[in-house]
């Protein structure tokens, strides 16, 4: 197994763990002192570091972005239907947020830190 399809399994999990957090009753930013905010900004700083390592060769990093995009508005309109959630423009403002700090972070770093 290389290292690309390490990241590429890592990824999937994450998505499946953000999206098993976000539909459920439980008030995740209570018991972990994070807020709300911080919170989606971070899981969406994750995502997207992910998905550059998961899929390095990929030339359009926007596209990858755009679906992470994509699922953070699948889970708001996932949201939307549970009772003790809602849909927020603010929560994909956030993720937003996080994938633009993931984008620039990964444009910092030096080019032999990503995986070839």
């Known amino acids: 197994m290389s290292l690309q399809h390490i990241f590429q399994a890592l ?7 953000i999206l098993a957090m976000a539909t459920s009753t439980t008030d995740h930013s209570a018991a972990t002192g ?3 905010k911080v919170g989606h ?7 997207g ?19 992470l995009l994509a699922y953070g508005l699948a889970i708001e309109l996932i949201q939307y239907f549970i009772p003790e959630r809602s849909f ?11 994938l633009v700090v993931a984008f620039i972070l990964m444009q910092t770093l030096k080019p032999a830190a990503r995986v070839r």
């Open 11 to 17: 990824l999937y999990l994450a998505m499946g763990i």
């Open 34 to 36: 994070i807020n709300d």
């Open 41 to 47: 900004i971070l899981a969406f700083i994750l995502l």
């Open 49 to 67: 570091l992910l998905a550059q390592q998961a899929f390095p060769r990929h030339r359009m990093n926007w596209i990858l972005y755009a679906w």
């Open 88 to 98: 927020s423009l603010l929560d994909l403002a956030a993720d937003a947020t996080g």
